[in-house]
């Protein structure tokens, strides 16, 4: 496509943007703005926990909900981007969704790696580019939502076409 130099399609390229944005958040496990969870519930049983919302950026709180909400004491663990690991030797006590964890996760403008971003314009570009025409494009299993890339059977292909699998694990 060339230069967009006007404002005609400003409303049609955001709502492309929004769903973008969304597919990748909600296919990459990942959100991309910094937002605070509360009590999530986690698996225990090994020596990490895994929150739901990636990347990682801060953890408040890790408490035992079978146990009295027993707050595991924040010296006994470390967290990455994807996970809360206990120290060297220990062990979150087995049990499903035995953990309450409350952490902040997420992206923010600054933050977000360019090749998100870069893959998230892709995807804008591949809907708007759209010179073969919606059939055409539906036929490749590709949808103007998006929405097709996560229900196809080889997402994880569609996903490493995109460069968002590295950021789907």
């Not at 230069?3 to 496990?29: G, K, N, P």
């Not at 605070?36 to 953890?59: C, F, N, S, Y």
Request: with cysteine.
């Amino acid at each position: 496509v060339g230069r967009i130099d006007y404002d005609t399609h400003d409303v049609q390229l955001q709502m492309l943007i929004d769903a973008a944005e969304e597919f990748a958040e909600e296919h990459c496990s990942l959100s991309l703005t910094s937002k605070t969870i509360t009590d999530e519930r986690a698996d225990g049983g090994m020596h990490q926990l895994w929150p739901k919302v990636l990347p990682l950026t801060a953890v408040s709180s890790v408490a035992d909900a079978w146990n009295d909400d027993d707050v595991v004491a924040a010296s006994d663990y470390l967290f990455t981007e994807t996970r809360i690991v206990v120290e060297e030797g220990g062990q979150f006590l087995e049990g499903e969704l035995r953990y309450k964890i409350s952490y902040t996760a997420g992206y923010t403008s600054v933050t977000a790696p360019v090749g998100l971003k870069a893959a998230i314009i892709g995807l804008v570009l591949l809907s708007y580019n759209n010179s073969e025409g919606k059939s055409s494009q539906a036929a490749k299993g590709f949808g103007t939502d998006f929405k097709s890339l996560g229900d196809n059977n080889d997402v994880i292909a569609r996903l490493d076409h995109f460069s968002l699998r590295r950021y789907f694990e």
